[in-house]
T-cell receptor, first 112, second 113 residues
Framework: GDSVTQMEGPVTLSEEAFLTINCTYT??????LFWYVQYPGEGLQLLLKATKADDKGSNKGFEATYRKETTSFHLEKGSVQVSDSAVYFC???????????FGGGTRLMVKP | DAGVIQSPRHEVTEMGQEVTLRCKPISGHDYLFWYRQTMMRGLELLIY????????DSGMPEDRFSAKMPNASFSTLKIQPSEPRDSAVYFC???????????FGSGTRLTVV
């Protein structure tokens, strides 16, 4: 079945550092890929998405490129802020259904 | 739009009691999902509905769990009887279509003592 694998956290960075959170997937067909963010005490929020190979999703300085050849969708940000501290989830839906399959989440902690 | 609304935000109950969680999806969203989040198992899909009809309930852990969607603007998740291992954060999410991103509610933190 479909699956999503994320790097384990926590990831601890200093403010203004470069961020990469790795995500790889296994899926049938041509999935759509998503990154969600969960701030403390809140539900998940859609951060960005990409629906086909080579698409780049971007939002709030975050970006991720759909790489079919490496089945990856790594999240990057050039300069993190303390306010980016949260848990980040990579997810996919395949074109045969409409259920999101989530990765295990990666906690990001940004220190001033 | 007020987003997906869940109630209550927090629920503490004794083992054996019935618990009902509520969700109001975004108007016009045809899909509704119930997820459970724990430290041990992460996010688990329990059940989802399309146009108020349950489509897949294979994630419901056991017969103690049941979910209904009597109309397009309301869904419930019931646990009867509740057990301490049911303690978790329960999220409701809705979506307008198969490929769009989901909108999640703020969750209900359930503690069964």
């Amino acid at each position: 079945g479909d699956s999503v694998t994320q790097m384990e956290g926590p990831v601890t960075l200093s403010e203004e550092a470069f961020l990469t959170i790795n995500c790889t997937y296994t899926a049938t067909g041509y999935p759509s890929l998503f990154w969600y963010v969960q701030y403390p005490g809140e539900g998940l929020q859609l951060l960005l998405k990409a629906t086909k190979a080579d698409d780049k999703g971007s939002n709030k300085g975050f970006e991720a490129t759909y790489r079919k050849e490496t089945t990856s969708f790594h999240l990057e940000k050039g300069s993190v802020q303390v306010s980016d501290s949260a848990v980040y989830f990579c997810a996919l839906t395949n074109n045969a259904g409409n259920m999101l399959t989530f990765g295990g989440g990666t906690r990001l902690m940004v220190k001033p | 739009d007020a987003g997906v609304i869940q109630s209550p935000r927090h629920e503490v109950t004794e083992m054996g009691q019935e618990v009902t969680l509520r969700c109001k999806p975004i108007s016009g969203h045809d899909y509704l999902f119930w997820y459970r989040q724990t430290m041990m198992r992460g996010l688990e899909l329990l059940i989802y509905f399309n146009n108020n009809v349950p489509i897949d309930d294979s994630g419901m852990p056991e017969d103690r769990f049941s979910a209904k969607m009597p109309n397009a603007s309301f869904s419930t998740l019931k646990i009867q009887p509740s057990e301490p291992r049911d303690s978790a954060v329960y999220f409701c999410a809705s979506s307008p279509d198969r490929v769009g991103g989901y909108t999640f509610g703020s969750g209900t933190r359930l503690t069964v003592v």
